[in-house]
């Protein structure tokens, strides 16, 4: 059986980072682009716990904390612009806000 | 590790984000316990600009400290904050934003019918969030700065809640500056990982250990790099910008415009310049191509604009070109030439910007051009309101760079920092932008004074809705932008005290 390196942790961040920036350049539901950004901060995070680990010290596991608050932030922002949207234009689809443009 | 210990240091690092903290809730305290609207209004406006005085008591305290203290520089929190020369200027930037902001704010919100006092309350905690972006050398502490003030911004923009375009502008930024944030994150996890510490000078060092061709650095420096581009509005990294700049409130748009992106350069300055400096192969090339690409998308949309606020966002990327050009030149000019051109930035483009809030009338909120939108508003102006014009002229003249204005001067540092260092194309490029520049700044001007108004629209164009706050804001920056021009010693002190310090 294989033993689970520092490297594996790198290549799952870094498939969730890719494809959360995918997610976010390339869906139109304005819900599940902000479900990608978590799955960035998601990235970060494990990248934060697999070095916190390599590096035996606590650090990269008290900055994982912050990020968590960041990102629970940022979605509860997030949702309340949308909300406040959705009130007055009844679409949280990203490709019918074109009332700016040019 | 150092047990945890709070000193007399550490406490004045501390003591503007906790006034600036604490006037925050007092204001929406305020709010809830006024006994009417009329009085609560009134109350939060002298309650925040008491709130920055005591900021700005607070950072002249630091700059006390500062110039008796070993190499212009107080680091904090075990080396998590430092208060130095480049913080302080940041802040000082910032704090003269945030004023203007304050003061432009009550009359535009009045006019939208949305004055309430959570405004200047987020007004404070961005502000408090920009304090850290200038002061961090912690991964950890930048991050939360750099989160911070870009959450209170996104509600900022999204204030006038029952205006589409303010909630779709909202929008916008929100989704691109969080992305861009993950990646800014991302960058710092990798950073971590390869120095083991979160503190930048160790980042640093490890840096300059593994070289700038090994992939984690490589990794590093390209998600930070363009994470950062994405804040200060740089090209392709900038499609958020005309959107949040055309459908935010003015004030918001002018302190997005300025506090924003001068705490964004500050972050870039102590990252590229300072610990990241032995990685520039990585991001020179990114700069070089940003800050082109900024300069030739912001001149041509320029062009095109017929919307005002759209026309000074692109103007603003265009501006921020020039800015980059200056971190790839590789020397102390460089560095001197970032810091007067985003001081004097700061001060055209706030002056700009209260213009355009003067000129907002009251309108139909559904209505999609607001009078005082459009360009076309502008016309015959000089007529009717000869002295903001005026002002107006001066403030376009320094955005264009010419000669006895301030914004001359900004281009001129960075055009001798780029041909000392060798890169005599890249001037050549921005000296033609310069040109273009002339061309689409001028257009205002004829509005204002060569062309007649149309007589159906002359009873719409009538009154300013200018405030005490608005004419203090416009004559101040454009008063300044003349000064700085014709005697600029006290600002080049400043810039060489300022490089100098940068850790």
């Given at each position: 059986m294989t033993t689970v390196s520092p490297l594996h942790y790198l290549i799952v961040s870094a498939v969730l980072l890719v494809i959360g920036t995918l997610g976010v350049l390339l869906r139109r539901n304005i819900v599940v682009i902000l479900m990608s950004i978590e799955l960035i901060l998601n990235a970060v995070n494990i990248n934060l716990v697999a070095f916190s680990h390599l590096h035996r010290q606590v650090n990269g596991q008290a900055f994982v904390l912050f990020v968590m608050a960041v990102a629970v932030a940022e979605a509860a922002v997030g949702l309340g612009i949308l909300i406040a949207l959705f009130r007055n234009r009844g679409t949280v689809l990203a490709d019918e806000m074109d009332l700016l443009k040019w | 590790m150092a047990p945890f210990s709070y000193n007399a240091t550490d406490h004045l690092a501390l003591l503007p984000p906790i006034l600036m903290a604490l006037f925050a809730c007092a204001i929406m305290l305020l709010d809830v316990l006024s006994p009417s609207a009329e009085s609560s209004r009134r109350g939060t406006v002298f309650f925040s600009l008491l709130g920055m005085t005591f900021v700005a008591y607070s950072l002249a305290l630091q700059i006390r400290a500062v110039t008796h203290a070993p190499g212009f520089a107080i680091p904090a929190f075990q080396g998590s904050l430092i208060i130095d020369a480049l913080s302080l200027f940041t802040n000082g930037l910032v704090w003269f934003s945030t004023v203007i902001l304050l003061l432009c704010a009550y009359r535009y919100l009045e006019i939208a019918h949305e004055h309430r006092s959570e405004f200047y309350a987020l007004a404070f905690f961005a502000e408090c969030g920009m304090y850290f972006m200038a002061g961090a050398v912690d991964l950890i502490a930048l991050f939360v700065g750099l989160e911070t003030s870009a959450l209170a911004f996104y509600i900022l923009v999204g204030f006038t809640r029952a205006n589409r375009q303010s909630n779709e502008a909202a929008l916008k930024y929100l989704l691109l500056g969080a992305m861009a944030s993950g990646f800014v994150a991302y960058g710092f996890s990798v950073l971590y990982g390869i120095s083991g510490s979160t503190q930048l000078s160790e980042v640093s060092k490890a840096v300059v250990r593994r070289g700038s061709a090994d992939p984690f650095v490589i990794l590093a420096v390209v998600t930070i790099a363009v994470g950062l581009l994405f804040k200060i509005a740089g090209v392709p990294f900038h499609t958020w910008a005309p959107d949040a700049y055309d459908g935010a409130p003015t004030p918001v748009t002018a302190h997005i415009a300025v506090a924003s992106k001068v705490a964004g350069f500050a972050v870039l300055i102590r990252l590229l310049l300072g610990s990241l400096a032995s990685a520039r192969p990585i991001w020179a090339p990114i700069l070089a191509v940003t800050a082109v690409a900024s300069l030739t998308v912001g001149s041509i949309a320029a062009l095109t604009q017929d919307r005002l606020k759209r026309f000074f966002a692109y103007s603003s990327i265009a501006h921020a070109g020039y800015i980059l050009l200056g971190f790839l030149a590789d020397s102390d000019d460089g560095r001197r030439g970032i810091l007067i051109y985003v001081f004097i930035y700061a001060l055209m483009n706030l002056g700009a910007f209260a213009f355009l809030i003067s000129l907002r009338r009251p309108g139909?909120?559904?209505?999609?051009?607001?009078?005082?939108?459009?360009?076309?508003?502008?016309?015959?102006?000089s007529k009717r309101h000869p002295l903001q014009a005026a002002l107006f002229v001066v403030l376009l003249l320094s955005l264009s760079g010419l000669p006895p204005t301030a914004g001359f001067l900004a281009k001129y540092f960075i055009f001798i920092a780029l041909i000392n260092t060798g890169h005599i194309t890249l001037a050549v490029i921005a000296a033609a932008y310069v040109a273009v520049s002339l061309y689409f700044y001028f257009r205002l001007v004829r509005e204002m004074y060569l062309l007649e108004p149309r007589p159906a629209e002359q009873h719409t164009v009538e009154p300013l809705a200018s405030s005490l706050g608005i004419r203090l804001a416009l004559g101040t920056t454009a008063g300044l932008t003349l000064l700085i021009g014709l005697y600029p010693e006290p600002l080049l002190r400043l810039a060489f005290l300022v490089t100098g310090g940068v850790p």
């Open positions: - | 139909s909120a559904a209505d999609r051009h607001t009078p005082g939108d459009l360009i076309g508003d502008l016309r015959g102006l």
